[in-house]
């Protein structure tokens, strides 16, 4: 790997950008500003693996991107016994997405990590999340100087682990994939998606509860990737 690697793509969310915080204290921000009176603690218990799960449906082209902004919030107020009108989930929906990228805290050793491995490579980003507010994530949080490339499903036209994504990203990047590879935490969208299209891969597993495969390369911290490229 150390020998051949030209070129990382790097997932965002959960991966480089702590999704979970930032998400956390944006609902914690649009509650107060809207007088949801929930415990946020309770709601996010029942959101954060919804918000997985539609996810992956959406990615997998079974639910619309209008039909996951609104079940994602109509289901966990459902959960926990607080009514709430469609108008008001399409407030907090686009008040959600608007205030996202405010927030901008990254996994520990992200800097460290990126400052270290653009001396040596052509670092991009491939990502599944809304156009709208990736690159905003990107710009606020200070990871934009350090790639070239960013390159979002919604300006493919298809999601990870699509291989037209990965193709398109190798078109755009001037990369063969025999000298690229892919890290990211989701098993199925970034790691089998770029080893289908026979890029390398680093999976990132920070969670406990990630499903991981014994045969592919894991790492626990992002500086933990410095042992391998």
């Known amino acids: 790997m150390r020998m051949k690697i030209e070129h ?31 415990n946020i ?5 029942v959101y954060v693996p919804l ?16 039909a996951l902004r609104y079940e994602r919030l109509k289901k966990p107020f459902d959960a926990i016994g607080y009514s709430v009108s469609d108008a008001v989930i399409d407030t907090l929906a686009t008040a959600y997405i608007d205030n996202l990228s405010e927030f901008n805290h990254l996994f520990e050793g992200a800097f460290e990590l990126l400052d270290y491995l653009k001396e040596k490579y ?28 960013i390159i979002t499903s919604e300006s493919v036209g298809v999601k990870k682990p699509d291989a ?11 990369a063969k994939k025999e000298n690229s590879i892919m890290i990211g935490d989701s098993l199925e969208a970034d790691i089998h998606g770029a080893l289908n299209g026979g890029l390398s891969a680093i999976h990132c597993v920070f969670d406990a509860n990630t499903p991981t495969d014994k045969n592919i390369t894991s790492v626990t911290s992002l500086l933990e990737i410095k042992r391998y490229l």
């Open 41 to 45: 603690a309770d709601f996010l218990e």
């Open 164 to 174: 037209r994504v990965f193709e398109h990203a190798l078109k755009v990047s001037k």
């Open 8 to 38: 990382i793509f790097f997932d965002l969310d959960h991966t480089l950008w702590d999704f979970e915080k930032n998400s956390a204290l944006t609902f914690e921000k649009i509650f107060s500003e809207n007088n949801i009176d929930v």
């Open 122 to 149: 052509t670092l991009h980003i491939i990502t599944n999340g809304f156009e709208e507010v990736q690159n905003k994530k990107m710009i606020n949080s200070k990871l934009f100087p350090y790639f070239e490339q």
């Open 51 to 66: 918000n997985l799960q539609y996810w992956k449906l959406y990615r997998n082209e079974k639910v619309s991107k209008e």
